[in-house]
């Protein structure tokens, strides 16, 4: 398994996410419990982006001092490239957390909580996921072709549903906890359990926490193989999908009531999944270079925000 992450390279890494994640979670401990505005996530969200690019910066420089320059520009523009991808991909299940927690009538409050701890446990899981997707790509060059179709058929199935609200009632989780759980109706703040009459009962918070983890992994499944297509080094592909994945919290507050306004972007994030599938079951006969599918995402993706900005979604659309 050919990578560039080295002791001092990953060192670093986990230094850099663990002092932002305490810093995240000492400033908003110091907030205490409160409604996030659009002024906190905005800044909040520019504050993950200027991470990830001053990250990626020091890795461009470390490389470039120690591989020479064509390395260090070639996996600076991975990054770059499983970056943006990654965080377009995210902005898909940050609608879906939306109708989790609208559903369920969250409060304000305790969402930041429930978006943090879905955040663990996306690194977490990404973790995992991505170094045994590397192990088994080397081993099997195979599974790059099975990804690739794998992407083509979410991206026809996107494009299709893109429009359509998804019915929390039919998810099979739900129903399963439904079935087999005692589940309040009221919440007790940040708890997940709690007892009436000496009976131990579940509390929505603990239903939202799961179904936002059962979320992460299918997206987890989605956007993986995604970044594949641009690296196989299990450094480039897991930097560039944690630093997406730390700016989630910011983004859910910064895109909350907003979702309405990029109602077409489904329509790009499908086509984006196209791209990048078709790029994996061509790569054997076309060698499609990193700048030209940075390209090609960006302007997919920039295409897509600005036609939803221009052009208003019609009555009765569905988010």
Do not use: C
């Amino acid at each position: 398994m050919h990578t560039i992450g080295n002791m001092w390279l990953w060192g670093g890494f986990v230094i850099v996410v663990i002092a932002a994640l305490l810093a995240d979670l000492v400033l908003m401990r110091h907030g205490g419990p409160h409604k996030v505005s659009f002024k906190e996530a905005l800044w909040w969200s520019l504050g993950w982006v200027a991470l990830a690019m001053l990250f990626n910066a020091g890795l461009w420089w470390y490389l470039n001092e120690t591989a020479g320059a064509a390395v260090a520009n070639q996996v600076g523009l991975e990054f770059l490239t499983g970056y943006l991808i990654e965080k377009a991909l995210a902005v898909d299940n940050i609608f879906v957390f939306l109708l989790i927690m609208g559903y369920f009538a969250v409060p304000e409050v305790q969402r930041q909580k429930v978006l943090v701890i879905g955040i663990l446990g996306a690194i977490l899981l990404r973790t995992i996921m991505i170094f045994a997707g590397s192990v088994l790509v080397t081993q099997f060059h195979w599974l790059l072709y099975l990804f690739g179709a794998f992407l083509l058929f979410t991206g026809w199935k996107m494009w299709f549903a893109a429009g359509q609200e998804p019915r929390l009632d039919d998810n099979p989780v739900l129903k399963f906890m439904r079935r087999h759980l005692r589940i309040s109706h009221e919440y007790n703040g940040n708890r997940l359990v709690t007892e009436k009459d000496g009976v131990r009962w579940f509390t929505p918070m603990f239903v939202v926490l799961i179904l936002i983890s059962v979320t992460d992994v299918i997206f987890a499944v989605d956007s993986i193989p995604a970044i594949f297509a641009i690296t196989t080094d299990p450094f480039v592909v897991l930097t560039s999908n944690v630093f997406a994945v730390l700016g989630l919290r910011a983004m859910f507050f910064l895109l909350a009531g907003m979702a309405d306004r990029f109602h077409l972007l489904p329509y790009g994030l499908a086509l984006v999944l196209g791209f990048i599938g078709a790029k994996m079951l061509l790569m054997d006969l076309v060698k499609i270079p990193v700048p030209i599918s940075l390209g090609v995402v960006a302007v997919i993706i920039g295409l897509t925000v600005v036609l939803s900005l221009r052009q208003p979604p019609k009555p009765g659309h569905d988010a």
